[in-house]
C-alpha cells in the first residue's frame, strides 16, 4: 500500500516538474521573441497555408496548443481574425504541438541536471533580460527531462504488474476506451502534451506499446479542445464557432484514422524499431500532419458546418472594446499590442467628436450633437475597459519596454478622455449658439477656423506618433501647439476690442471664448500625448 502511495507521489512530482519546465521554457521563447511573435501573428491573412504556418510556428514557441487555441478564440472575439483564419491557426497549433513529444522522446534524461546547472547559472547570474530569458529556456528544459525521469521511474514497477498489463491489453483491443482514457487525461490536465510526455514515460518504462499508446493519443487531441471551449464561454458566436471548429477538426480526424490504426502502428515501427517512445512521438506528428492535410481542403465545409450548429451573427457593439480580451493576455506581447490598438480607436473617436462638435457648432446642426453624445459614451466605456485591462497586463510578465508602454498608456487614455470632454463641451456650445440662433462675424469665423485647424493637427499628428512610436512626428506637435496658443492669445484680444467696439454681444463673445478655451485645452493633451513617446523612446 505504501509503495502504491509512493508511487503515486513520485508521479505526481514527475508530472509537476514536466508541466513546470514546459511553461517555463515556452515563457521563456516567448518572451525572447517578443516583437517577432506579435508581427507573426499580424502576418495571418486570409491566406489559409500562411494561417497554418503561423499556428505551427507560434504553438511550438508558445509550448502549448491550448495557449494558442484560446489566443484565436480571443482574436476572433476581438474581430481580428474571421472563421477561415482561426481555422488555419488552429490546424497548425496541432501540427506545432507535436515538436514537445519530439523533444521529449529524444532520451536526453541523463543530461537534465547539466541543462539545469546551466539554466540557473545563467538566470542567477544574467543582468540582461534576454539572456535570463535563454537561461529561463535551458532551465525549463532541463526541469522537463528530469520530469520525465521521475516519471519513468514511478512507473518501472507497472511494467511487471498484471493489472496494469491486462488494462494495456484492454486498451489495444479496445480503440474507444483508448480514445476516452486520453480525451479525460488531457481534460484533466489541460495539456496534450503532458499527456503525451505521460505515454512516452510509460514506454520507455517498458509498461506500454505502441498498439495501446495509439488510441489514447488519438484521444488526447480532442481533450485538448476543453481548454478552448472553456474560454469561448462568455465570448460572441463567432468564438464560440471557433472552438468548436476546433472540437470537430480533432474529432473529425479521429474518426478518420481509427481505420488505419493497424496501418499506423506497421509504418511507425518501420521508422523507430524498438524504439516504443519514438514510435508514440511519430505517431502524434504524422497523426496531425496527415489530419491537417486531408482537412485543409474542407475548411469552407467545416464553417458551413458549424454556421448550422450556431446559427446567426452578432450585432455589431456600438459600445465596449474591440480589441482587447482577457484570453489574449496568454501572451503579454500581443496583448500589449492590442491595448495600444483600443487606445488608437478610443483617440480616433474623440478626434471623430471634435470633428463632429465643430461641424455642429459652424452648421447649428443639432443631429451632429447627437451623435457627438453617443460616441462620448463610447470614450467613457473605453476608458473604464482599457484601465482595468492595462491594470490587468502589468501584472503580466512583460520587457521593459512593453512595460514602458503599459504604463504611459494609462495617461495617454486620460489625455483622451478629457479630449472627448472638450470635445463634447464644444457639442453643448453648438446647442446654446443654435438655440439662441448666435451669429458671428467673419473675422471671428476665421479665427475659430484657424484655431481648430491647428488643434485638429496636433491631435491627428500625436494620434498617428503614438501608433507607429514616431519620435520625428512627435517633436512637431510642440510647434503647432505653440501656434494655438499664439492665436488663442491674440483671439481673446480682438474679441475684447469687438466687445469694447459693440461688434459682439456678451453672451455670444462668452461662447466665442470658451470654445477658444477648449480648443487650446484640446491641444494641451494632444501635447501630451505626443510627449508619452518622447518620453517612452528614451
Known amino acids: 500500500m505504501k509503495d502504491g502511495i509512493f508511487t503515486i507521489i513520485e508521479l505526481l512530482g514527475g508530472l509537476g516538474l514536466f508541466l513546470y519546465g514546459m511553461k517555463l521554457m515556452g515563457d521563456g521563447l516567448e518572451n525572447s521573441a517578443g516583437d517577432k511573435l506579435k508581427k507573426i501573428l499580424e502576418k495571418v491573412t486570409s491566406n489559409p497555408f500562411m494561417a497554418v504556418t503561423v499556428g505551427a510556428i507560434v504553438t511550438a514557441v508558445v509550448q502549448s496548443s491550448s495557449a494558442t487555441t484560446v489566443m484565436v478564440v480571443g482574436f476572433v472575439n476581438a474581430g481580428l481574425m474571421n472563421l477561415a483564419q482561426a481555422a488555419g491557426v488552429i490546424m497548425g497549433a496541432n501540427i506545432g504541438t507535436t515538436i514537445t513529444a519530439q523533444l521529449?522522446?529524444?532520451?536526453?534524461?541523463?543530461?537534465?541536471?547539466?541543462?539545469?546547472?546551466?539554466?540557473?547559472?545563467?538566470?542567477?547570474?544574467?543582468?540582461?533580460?534576454?539572456?535570463?530569458?535563454?537561461?529561463?529556456?535551458?532551465?525549463?528544459?532541463?526541469?522537463l527531462f528530469l520530469g520525465m525521469s521521475t516519471m519513468?521511474?514511478?512507473?518501472?514497477?507497472?511494467?511487471?504488474?498484471?493489472?496494469?498489463?491486462?488494462?494495456?491489453?484492454?486498451?489495444?483491443?479496445?480503440?474507444?476506451?483508448?480514445?476516452?482514457?486520453?480525451?479525460?487525461?488531457?481534460a484533466v490536465l489541460q495539456s496534450s502534451s503532458a499527456t503525451t510526455g505521460i505515454l512516452i514515460s510509460l514506454a520507455t518504462a517498458g509498461a506500454i506499446n505502441i498498439q495501446a499508446a495509439l488510441p489514447i493519443l488519438f484521444g488526447c487531441n480532442i481533450g485538448t479542445c476543453v481548454t478552448a471551449l472553456l474560454a469561448c464561454v462568455g465570448a460572441n458566436k463567432t468564438a464560440k464557432k471557433a472552438a468548436i471548429i476546433h472540437l470537430l477538426f480533432n474529432i473529425i480526424g479521429t474518426i478518420i484514422f481509427v481505420p488505419f490504426i493497424p496501418m499506423m502502428v506497421k509504418v511507425v515501427m518501420q521508422i523507430s524499431p524498438g524504439d516504443v517512445s519514438r514510435q508514440i512521438a511519430n505517431s502524434h506528428t504524422i497523426f496531425n500532419i496527415v489530419a491537417t492535410i486531408v482537412m485543409f481542403p474542407f475548411i469552407k465545409v467545416l464553417i458551413n458546418l458549424v454556421n448550422k450548429l450556431i446559427p446567426g451573427e452578432d450585432e455589431i457593439e456600438k459600445v465596449g472594446p474591440k480589441y482587447i480580451d482577457d484570453k489574449i493576455l496568454e501572451t503579454p506581447v500581443i496583448?500589449?499590442?492590442?491595448?495600444?490598438?483600443?487606445?488608437?480607436?478610443?483617440?480616433?473617436?474623440?478626434?471623430?467628436?471634435?470633428?463632429?462638435?465643430m461641424e455642429a457648432f459652424n452648421?447649428?446642426?443639432?443631429?451632429?450633437?447627437?451623435?457627438?453624445y453617443e460616441n462620448e459614451k463610447i470614450i467613457n466605456v473605453l476608458e473604464e475597459a482599457i484601465t482595468a485591462y492595462l491594470v490587468k497586463l502589468s501584472k503580466c510578465d512583460l520587457s521593459d519596454k512593453e512595460k514602458n508602454i503599459v504604463a504611459a498608456t494609462f495617461h495617454v487614455i486620460t489625455d483622451i478622455e478629457r479630449i472627448g470632454d472638450h470635445a463634447e463641451n464644444i457639442a453643448e456650445l453648438?446647442?446654446?449658439?443654435?438655440?439662441?440662433?448666435?451669429?458671428?462675424?467673419?473675422?471671428?469665423?476665421?479665427?475659430?477656423?484657424?484655431?481648430?485647424?491647428?488643434?485638429?493637427e496636433a491631435l491627428s499628428i500625436s494620434i498617428e506618433a503614438y501608433e507607429n512610436r514616431d519620435?520625428?512626428?512627435?517633436?512637431?506637435?510642440?510647434?503647432?501647439?505653440?501656434?494655438?496658443?499664439?492665436?488663442?492669445?491674440?483671439?481673446?484680444?480682438?474679441?475684447?476690442?469687438?466687445?469694447n467696439e459693440g461688434k459682439c454681444g456678451a453672451y455670444e463673445g462668452a461662447i466665442f471664448v470658451d470654445l477658444l478655451s477648449n480648443l487650446e485645452r484640446i491641444g494641451d493633451h494632444a501635447t501630451n500625448i505626443a510627449d508619452s513617446v518622447i518620453q517612452n523612446s528614451k
Do not use: C
Open 104 to 143: 521529449v522522446a529524444f532520451k536526453l534524461t541523463d543530461y537534465a541536471p547539466m541543462f539545469i546547472a546551466i539554466g540557473a547559472l545563467i538566470v542567477m547570474s544574467a543582468k540582461a533580460k534576454k539572456r535570463r530569458e535563454i537561461g529561463n529556456i535551458i532551465l525549463g528544459f532541463g526541469i
Open 152 to 186: 519513468s521511474g514511478a512507473m518501472k514497477p507497472l511494467a511487471t504488474s498484471p493489472v496494469f498489463s491486462n488494462m494495456v491489453v484492454a486498451i489495444g483491443n479496445n480503440w474507444f476506451i483508448g480514445i476516452f482514457v486520453g480525451l479525460a487525461m488531457t
Open 335 to 357: 496583448a500589449a499590442g492590442q491595448v495600444i490598438k483600443e487606445t488608437i480607436r478610443m483617440a480616433n473617436k474623440a478626434r471623430q467628436n471634435l470633428e463632429l462638435s
Open 363 to 372: 452648421n447649428d446642426d443639432d443631429k451632429l450633437v447627437e451623435k457627438v
Open 430 to 456: 453648438a446647442l446654446q449658439k443654435s438655440f439662441k440662433k448666435i451669429k458671428y462675424s467673419q473675422e471671428a469665423i476665421k479665427e475659430l477656423e484657424i484655431v481648430y485647424n491647428n488643434t485638429l
Open 471 to 499: 519620435l520625428l512626428k512627435a517633436d512637431t506637435v510642440y510647434g503647432v501647439e505653440q501656434k494655438i496658443d499664439v492665436s488663442q492669445k491674440e483671439y481673446r484680444d480682438n474679441h475684447i476690442k469687438r466687445l
